[in-house]
């Protein structure tokens, strides 16, 4: 028996292997030169067919190896955090004509998906203020590439400008996505007591051949970029594009990007209903303001609202697809195909669950848990937050002494502590650690955080 | 044969969007630890609106967005998935797409805390036996397809594409060679052409023969200094092995230039033919297609890029490795192109492809590879001469994962096209075949069944098609007004395109609804 294969069995395999016209399934292979045809199965998996109950004893003696963190949770930051997702969202992705659906190539028969899909677009439009949001990218870092390919697209520019306070994996990616578009990247300085972009030096950089302006709020680092439309007004006047990348549960209470000028908005909807994973996959935003160009040179799925064409009913299909790669191929916005759809149920399924109200009362809990241990740390003695400008959910602490040695000390307690910084850009300090305070943790387990670290100070 | 149930038709629920089911001062959701808020609150002494307020950071009122109680939220969703179809439902054989069965052990095993409860950067030693599966993955994937080491980063086939194009410019560009042209069939994926032009290459179009391959002529006529190398996929997307794959490689070699697999088409020679042995230099692998994980309406997929030394070095950083019996990322990156992305992956469905392949094993892939080409050449028999239909290039070569036919007598002799075939198709419940690709066959229906389609299913699939055919050739209109029995009946691209009429949020449509003149 081979399993999820109905007809690989003996009386249907001769069958129609006889109805095809062959004695051996091998000669089907004929056309394979002998060279390159396996006499033997490769070496793979454990050399036989596994049952479902020897799959399961195999991998769980693997993940024995593995050590999870939920009391508490762990701290670490780093653009990731640990969120609680409700039952009722992996309930509603694991309806099977959800997950086992291709891309809705046929609308008739997927206007289920669709919908959900049209809504994931509606709900992040509106979380964001933008009017034009797709369905969807792999991730935060990608999707920040992708907005600085449209850029260079849009404006025929050869120079973009990141702010060096954002992820720096989302630079590097950047970076590496930009390697054959012959571009210059130019990085943009922060300042050391606030953490925020400093401005003179973005107008110095600025230029008439600058395609874009790219900074995160909240950035790598946590802090809020304050005065984001000067950004935006520096940016526009000298006919860049305005690119923000934003964590969007903190919108439920921070101003929204479409309020201050924002032309492209990405980020990563994994706080809104997405499990961590070990970072993926993940659910890659990508925004626009309604703008003729912008949207024609949208990366990705988008789907719209239309009417059946007996004029009775509408209805929701894929839309704008002449900007994508099956039908423009070497002129397409982008190579995107496969994207991360599903977690859009899932985001749109945690939106509608929430509600605008229980966002901006979600949001609100994590700004003051994440307050209140920083304010904690601060009355042991740990600089935090290390920048003095505002901050959502994440934050950096500085410790008097290197915090490797915290942390082995918070470790041994079963404490997942803050992310190290030291062997990472744009700090390179071994004092410093990113911090994350989430709705998962208890006062109880930061009051624990803040007594163990005192206990290695 | 009992009488169950005649006339197949979908669900079809008059749910109206969530924005008309709720209402931002509703939730479904409670907040943990709520009971300590007031406690910290008092701590900190102010209010998170009092300090955002001040600095222009605060967000005035509460985004619009309707919030529903979870019954709501859960009947919303179950009906909207009654009005979609998957695997789970019924043969999705959309061609190049392999959607094959995904096995519910992955999906269970997968809900672990040990694996969805891991932070990304947390300590190493608490992840081995995450790394240990990704190592083992990776040596198995480096296996099936010949090739010395694979990176795990790739979130799906196209920035798979992307990495190995962009991997071939580093390559040629450390060795001082300008090299800017790719050669790319015109039977290829949409996605190579894109990803060339991604990395910065210059597209030259390949055209195929008679027979469906590769014109090797019109490669040697286009070779020189500035080819960089050819994206191919093999099998091709008609179905047929290029069976001078040896020669092609040689002769792409011989003019230093590299030779990427396009692993869509993989499903078919797994286990049975590696790319390594048939002289690619670089494969993408899409995890969601041959390797069994969902594809999601659209993903989450996984691509893997597997290369030969010294392309290796390139590859893009973290890799795997293990030392002893520990296993760590080595971010070592001399040559590298870099990162293509945050973090370390699509792990959950890199996950789901080590159970897939730690199930079946060697001869068990194998197996399925051989059955998927059974079934596709069984679907051929069937096929075979039916009024209405064409088997295009070559119709006596064994197809191998999918194969490629024509509606093109259909057409000609009764107007009724391969759209109008597949939205018949629809309303027997049955999901149609890819259409209008490849773009070398006019009327083209690509159909790929894969192994998990019994044998009554491919039977039934022919005969739908064929009882569509005698409809065509009766009362073509009566086609053309397909389908009736889906969720709703055919839908207006024209109007969904148009640049006055484009609609792609509810914030658009109240705005177009308030009279404003949106023009796209």
Request: glycine share 8%; proline share 6%.
């Amino acid at each position: 028996m081979l399993p999820w294969a109905p007809s690989a069995n003996k009386k249907d395999r001769e069958y129609m292997l006889k109805t095809i016209g062959v004695s051996d399934a091998l000669e089907l292979y004929s056309d394979v030169p002998s060279k390159a045809l396996l006499r033997k199965p490769p070496m793979v998996g454990f050399g036989r067919i596994l049952s479902e109950w020897e799959l399961i004893r195999m991998v769980n003696d693997i993940l024995d190896k593995n050590k999870y963190f939920t009391s508490p949770p762990p701290f670490l930051g780093g653009g990731i955090c640990f969120h609680y997702v409700p039952a009722v969202i992996d309930s509603v992705i694991s309806r099977n004509e959800f997950y086992t659906a291709y891309t809705p190539y046929q609308p008739e028969i997927n206007q289920g998906l669709l919908q959900a899909f049209f809504e994931y677009q509606s709900l992040m439009a509106d979380l964001l203020e933008m009017d034009v949001v797709n369905v969807s990218m792999y991730d935060w870092s990608t999707a920040a590439a992708e907005a600085m390919l449209a850029a260079l697209r849009v404006t025929r520019r050869k120079k973009v400008l990141v702010a060096n306070n954002v992820h720096p994996e989302h630079l590097e990616v950047i970076r590496t996505w930009l390697l054959g578009k012959n571009v210059e990247i130019r990085t943009i300085g922060f300042d050391e007591e606030t953490g925020t972009i400093k401005l003179e030096e973005l107008e110095r950089n600025i230029d008439n051949g600058t395609a874009a302006v790219y900074i995160e709020s909240p950035n790598y680092f946590g802090v809020l970029e304050q005065g984001l439309e000067a950004v935006a007004d520096i940016a526009h006047k000298n006919g860049a594009l305005f690119v923000v990348g934003v964590e969007p549960l903190s919108l439920g209470l921070i101003r929204p990007p479409g309020s201050y000028g924002a032309d492209i908005v990405v980020g990563d909807a994994q706080p809104l209903g997405i499990g961590l994973n070990y970072g993926g996959p993940l659910l890659g935003i990508y925004a626009t303001r309604w703008d003729r160009k912008l949207v024609r040179q949208m990366p990705g799925r988008l789907i719209g609202l239309t009417r059946t064409v007996d004029g009775e009913e509408q209805g929701f299909v894929m839309i704008l697809q002449t900007r994508e790669q099956h039908i423009r191929r070497e002129k397409a916005t982008s190579n995107i195909t496969s994207n991360e759809a599903l977690l859009a149920v899932a985001a749109a399924a945690f939106l509608t669950l929430l509600g605008g109200k229980g966002l901006r009362e979600l949001a609100r809990t994590i700004w003051i848990r994440s307050h209140y241990a920083a304010k904690k740390l601060r009355g042991i003695g740990v600089e935090a937050p290390y920048f003095s400008s505002e901050f959502f959910k994440e934050f950096v602490a500085r410790f008097p002494k290197p915090y490797s040695e915290i942390h082995k000390h918070i470790r041994s307690k079963s404490i997942m502590g803050g992310l190290y910084l030291g062997d990472k850009p744009p700090l390179y300090d071994k004092h410093s650690a990113l911090f994350c305070v989430t709705e998962a943790h208890s006062k109880k387990d930061i009051d624990l955080l803040v007594t163990t670290i005192g206990e290695a100070l | 044969m009992t009488g169950l149930r005649k006339g197949w038709r979908q669900a079809k629920w008059e749910e109206p969007l969530v924005y008309d089911i709720g209402d931002p001062e509703r939730t479904g959701y409670i907040i943990p630890f709520r009971d300590e808020e007031e406690e910290m609150l008092r701590e900190l002494g102010s209010e998170p609106e009092e300090a955002l307020k001040g600095k222009g950071l605060l967000r005035e009122e509460a985004p619009p967005l309707p919030g529903m109680s979870e019954v709501e939220v859960v009947r919303h969703f179950t009906r909207l998935s009654q009005m979609s179809y998957g695997v789970d439902v019924g043969p999705v054989p959309l061609g190049s797409c392999t959607m094959k069965y995904n096995p519910k052990i992955s999906e269970a095993i997968v809900r672990d805390p040990r694996i969805a409860y891991l932070h990304p950067y947390q300590d190493e030693d608490t992840v081995q036996g995450l790394l240990e599966i990704l190592y083992l993955l990776e040596k198995w994937l480096a296996e099936l397809t010949g090739m010395d080491r694979c990176s795990l980063q790739l979130p799906a086939g196209a920035a798979g594409e992307l990495t190995g194009a962009l991997m071939i410019k580093k390559y040629f560009s450390d060795q001082g060679e300008n090299r800017d042209e790719m050669l790319i069939p015109d039977s290829a994926h949409g996605t190579n052409p894109a990803s060339a032009a991604m990395a910065g290459f210059k597209v030259i179009r390949i055209p195929s023969t008679q027979s469906g391959t590769v014109d090797l002529k019109a490669v040697e006529a286009v070779l020189g200094p500035r080819v960089a190398g050819m994206m191919l996929t093999n099998p091709n997307t008609l179905g047929i092995f290029e069976d001078k794959i040896l020669e092609l490689a040689d002769m792409l070699h011989s003019n230093n230039s590299l030779l990427y697999y396009d692993g869509a088409n993989l499903n078919g020679i797994m286990g049975l033919v590696r790319p390594g042995d048939m002289g690619f230099d670089i494969v993408h692998l899409n995890l969601h297609k041959t390797f069994s994980t969902p594809h999601g309406g659209g993903g989450p997929g996984a691509g893997v890029v597997c290369a030969k030394e010294p392309l290796v070095d390139y590859l893009p950083r973290p890799l795997v490795e293990k030392k002893g019996d520990k296993y760590y990322w080595d971010y070592r990156c001399e040559k590298c192109i870099g990162r293509m992305r945050a973090y370390y992956g699509n792990i959950v469905p890199l996950v789901k492809a080590f159970l897939y392949i730690a199930s079946l094993g060697g001869e068990g892939l194998r197996e399925t590879a051989i059955q998927s080409v059974i079934n596709t050449n069984y679907f051929i028999a069937l096929i075979r001469g039916a009024k209405g239909y064409e088997l295009p290039y070559d119709p006596t070569r064994p197809r191998k994962h999918e194969v490629v036919i024509s509606a093109r007598p259909l057409e000609r002799e009764t107007g009724v096209r391969a759209l109008d075939v597949a939205k018949a198709l629809l309303d027997e419940g049955l999901h149609a075949p890819t259409i209008y690709f490849p773009l070398i066959v006019d009327e083209a229906l690509m159909i790929e069944f894969t192994e998990s389609e019994p044998r009554c299913e491919i039977e039934r699939y022919a005969n739908v098609l064929k009882k569509i055919a005698e409809k065509a050739y009766k009362n073509p209109e009566e086609v053309k007004k397909t389908p009736r029995n889906t969720a709703v009946t055919r839908l207006d691209d024209v109007a969904a395109n148009h640049p006055r009429s484009v609609t792609p949020t509810y914030r658009v449509l109240l705005r177009r609804l308030k009279g404003e003149k949106l023009i796209l």
